[in-house]
């Protein structure tokens, strides 16, 4: 599911920002192309609920890295954009809303904070027996 996340994610992003900006998923070592984005999972928390439901919450840190000319103001632009976009993303067959989103500037590269949180249900086998075999017998009075 975390995956599926990062697709909607990355196709989100690109819906918005073209192709003249890559997309990332793992940490690169060297060579990264500016201006790019960077996805990361930061957290990720499984809560039990009644019965077979359990809440999910996944916080994700996308970071922008512009090209060397762009400006603070210019990367706030980029942040407000990223709000827009990234408030709903293609999860299976519909969409997750964002929640809790957040950037600031540190060290010139856009930090991007968003949860996407949703529910599961666990399926649980519910068999718990094959057969029955029952023995008695009736007393008759009288």
């Known amino acids: 599911m975390i995956n599926d996340i990062v697709i909607g994610i990355a196709q989100a992003l690109n819906g918005?920002?073209?192709?003249?900006?890559?997309?990332?998923?793992?940490e690169v070592e060297q060579g990264l192309q500016e201006p790019c984005f960077l996805i990361l999972l930061i957290d990720s928390g499984n809560e039990r609920m009644?019965?077979?439901?359990?809440k999910r919450k996944q916080t994700f840190n996308i970071l922008y890295f512009p090209k060397n000319d762009e400006t603070n103001n210019d990367m706030?632009?980029?942040?407000?954009?990223?709000?827009?976009?990234?408030?709903?993303?293609?999860?299976?067959?519909?969409?997750l809303?964002?929640?809790?989103?957040?950037?600031?500037?540190?060290?010139?590269?856009l930090s991007f904070l968003i949860d996407y949180n949703f529910t599961t249900i666990k399926q649980i086998n519910n068999d718990y027996m094959k057969e029955l075999t029952v023995k008695g017998r009736v007393k008759v009075n009288g």
């Open 97 to 109: 809303m964002g929640t809790d989103t957040s950037f600031k500037i540190v060290d010139d590269v």
């Open 16 to 26: 918005t920002f073209g192709d003249k900006y890559e997309i990332y998923s793992d």
């Open 50 to 54: 009644i019965g077979n439901r359990f």
């Open 76 to 95: 706030y632009s980029i942040g407000e954009k990223m709000n827009d976009a990234l408030e709903f993303i293609s999860f299976g067959d519909g969409k």
